[in-house]
């Protein structure tokens, strides 16, 4: 088990936060924002072939000494699901729907002016050029500063890249990468190892929130579009969780420990089931749709449950009788294990033609990450997993909470 959990309820959460006193500006409040899921479909890609493909650039981001080598192979179009919201840009403010990215920490917009390139009149250009390659795509922008706006914070001196080039954001303006901020060193050009304050950074560091952290609320849905999430800077919605939020400390394996990592292990049917993944290092990402598990994990996995991998989909896929039988999976955390209960691993029925399948069948939300375990990113918990459970990334402290909420047991799939 991991050393440092801490169990914090719902009710005693204030009191908590005040024993990292020098991390806490009483004269601040938490800031929360909406931000709405949308499924994309501007290409023929697969979820699957779109979420390995940011699995592989994950990996290689990691292992480059500059973040923007990364590899850049998979077909040019937006993550099939994502969740977006609005940020405003100057003085009076410009706005921008952009994606939430916990896997990146850049943030940047103006992927639809291309043929009218940003050049906001209140912005300063620092004169450096700024790249990052993403799964899905990648841009490259002008760096300038100026304030952001998220909700009703507004954060002075951020900065931002304004695209001149991108591919694969058809239906967004950019991204608003909240991950850590070492993932921005070396993006700038030309090549150094300079790195950039996240908004989460200047905000905090500016006094606009009392703690640097950022909480975000998911919820399962089975619409097209729908606003069912929200960002919290600088602390926690205690309306959005019902049992304990419960800490690990970021994952000390590497690359996993370059994103918000965590360690875990998972287990079918029952807290001492069979194994389908052992105790192993991976990330949690607002940026991968999937649960994405190392080959031999999936494997074990698809045997466990019956299933067939569907050709059309890319999904593993059971019929309804066989759906009936489906199990938990349960997730070791810490001293913490989370349920995945069986409707959580469904792709949501209503939706099913939406990627491609058909009502005869059940699809699953749990993948092939694309590589065997043992490489120090075994597992993406990404949007499908977090849907379930509150998240918490506690910059200040180096860790991640999970608490569970209304939706962990919902039969909304």
């Known amino acids: 088990m991991l050393a440092g959990l801490r169990l914090i309820s719902a009710a005693l959460l204030p009191l908590a936060l005040t024993v990292d006193a020098g991390l806490i500006r009483r004269d601040a409040v938490p800031v929360t924002i909406p931000f709405a899921r949308r499924l994309n479909f501007t290409g023929t890609a697969k979820l699957i072939e779109l979420d390995q493909a940011r699995a592989k650039t994950l990996k290689a981001r990691a292992n480059s000494g500059f973040k923007q080598t990364a590899v ?34 850049n943030t940047w917009v103006g992927a639809q002016l291309l043929t009218n390139p940003f050049l906001p009149n209140t912005s300063g250009f620092t004169g450096n050029l700024v790249s990052v390659t993403y799964g899905s795509g990648f841009f490259i922008g002008q760096e300038f500063t100026d304030t952001v706006h998220l909700g009703g914070l507004a954060i002075e001196n951020q ?70 999430g929200e960002l919290t800077f600088g602390g926690v919605d205690t309306s959005k969780f019902t049992g304990p939020l419960n800490f690990v400390p970021i994952t000390s394996t590497s690359p996993a420990n370059e994103f918000v990592g965590i360690d875990q292990s998972i287990t079918f049917g029952s807290t001492d089931g069979p194994t389908v993944l052992a105790s192993t290092a991976g990330v949690t990402d607002t940026g991968t749709t ?105 910059i200040a402290n180096s860790r991640v909470g999970f608490a569970t909420t209304p939706f962990t047991d919902a039969t909304t799939n």
């Open 72 to 105: 850049f192979d998979a077909p040019a179009t937006n993550q099939a699901v994502d969740y977006t919201t609005t940020v405003g840009v100057g003085n009076p403010p410009q706005n921008f729907t952009l994606l939430i990215d916990t896997g990146s920490s």
């Open 290 to 394: 999937l649960l994405l598990l190392a080959t031999d994990a999936f494997d074990t996995y698809q045997n466990l449950t019956g299933s067939t991998l569907d050709a059309t989909t890319g999904l593993l896929r059971l019929t309804p009788d066989q759906a009936s039988n489906l199990q938990s999976l349960f997730f070791h955390i810490g001293d913490t294990t989370l349920e995945f209960t069986p409707n959580a691993q469904i792709w949501p029925r209503a939706l099913n033609s939406a990627i491609g399948g058909t009502s005869d069948f059940v699809y699953l939300v749990v993948n092939d990450l694309g590589t065997l375990s043992g490489e120090g990113l075994d597992f993406i918990d990404g949007m499908t997993f977090l849907e379930r459970f509150y998240y918490v990334f506690d």
């Open 159 to 228: 900065s931002f890249g304004g695209a001149l080039v991108s591919e694969g954001f058809d239906d967004v303006d950019g991204i608003i990468g909240i991950g850590p901020a070492d993932l921005t060193c070396g993006t700038l050009i030309p090549a150094v190892n300079d790195c950039i304050p996240t908004v989460t950074d200047n905000a905090f560091s500016q006094g606009l929130i009392p703690a640097h952290e950022i909480g975000i609320s998911f919820e399962p849905t089975s619409s097209l579009d729908n606003t069912n």
